[in-house]
């Protein structure tokens, strides 16, 4: 792959879905998608690129390269002391908030294969104030392939290397040397195919009470984790939470968003609006 090459397919990548491919890692891209080279019997990167932009198969291929190009690492429970934050302080202040509409609405956005989806479900399905409450989560993912992966809900050891086994025998239940979701858990979340950088698709998704965006911001640069942010201000409502992952931050991206020190965690939260400028505006 020539220089010319990896800047051509790197802007491609970056322009479809926000993920930023450093000249550092020019071995990687060049190494994930010669296989599509052969796939498709072509004899360079630059033909492969024609074939990205020109070809009626475009929407396809660009598909086929997500799958190569994305980390789809997931399970279970991952940081727990953010989700101790979410049970414990977050949840029970929406729930005050929203006792009128007892209504919630969450988001997990770049779910992969829906372990934090479900991890979701399970800490509202064990808290007993949301019994007779409208709930709802969306969750979604660029990848069809880990979309559909998590519709089924069924899954092997390494997702449940985080949770509880109380938790485990309570909401899942084994199949095949496997264990899947129940009915419940399920019947909460709905999944769907979305890329954050889609503005027509993204209109699908209403206002939410909470965001969990983690483990996706860090494939991004800057301008591409600006748009994705003022998408979330303006999805989240009046005093909404953004939970990012332990190793994101907003620090010198954004000051949109206020910090907010809980006590099991550090989180974002939608500021009251007090004629202060907008994202990116
Ligand atoms: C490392 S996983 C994180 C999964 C989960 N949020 C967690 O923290 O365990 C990152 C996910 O972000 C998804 N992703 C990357 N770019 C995206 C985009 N532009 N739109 C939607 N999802 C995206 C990837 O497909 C991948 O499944």
């Known amino acids: ?108 956005a770049g779910c992969s294969t829906g372990e934090e989806a479900y991890t979701i479900a399970i800490l509202l399905c064990e808290s007993s104030e949301l019994n007779d409450w409208n709930v709802e989560i969306f969750a979604n993912d660029i990848s069809r392939k880990v979309i559909q992966r998590a519709r089924k809900g069924v899954y092997g050891k390494s997702s449940f290397r985080s949770i509880g086994d109380d938790f485990k025998a309570k909401y899942f239940r084994p199949q095949g040397g496997h264990y899947i979701i129940n009915d419940e858990l399920r019947s909460l979340v709905s999944f769907g195919q979305l890329n954050l950088l889609d503005d027509e698709m993204l209109q699908l998704i ?30 989240l409502d009046g005093h909404g939470y953004l939970l990012l992952g332990h190793s994101e931050s907003l620090m010198n991206v954004s000051t949109d968003f206020e910090l907010v020190h809980l006590k099991n965690d550090l989180v974002y939260r939608k500021p009251i609006v007090t004629g202060k400028g907008r994202l990116g505006e």
């Open 1 to 108: 792959m020539t220089r010319e090459e990896f800047r051509l397919l790197r802007d491609l990548v970056y322009e479809y879905c926000g993920i930023f491919f450093r000249e550092e890692v020019k071995y990687l891209l060049e190494r994930r998608l010669n296989t599509r080279l052969r796939e498709h019997s072509l004899g360079s990167f630059n033909e492969y690129y024609r074939y990205l932009r020109y070809s009626p198969n475009r929407s396809r291929e660009l598909e086929e390269i997500i799958e190569l190009l994305t980390t789809n690492e997931t399970y279970f429970f991952r940081e727990e002391y953010q989700l101790k934050a979410f049970g414990e302080e977050i949840l029970p202040e929406i729930i005050k908030e929203h006792t009128g509409s007892k209504r919630l609405r969450i988001w997990s």
């Open 206 to 235: 209403g206002r939410v009470d909470v965001i969990f965006c983690r483990n996706v911001l860090i494939y991004f640069d800057k301008p591409a984790r600006l748009r994705v942010l003022k998408t979330f201000y303006d999805k």
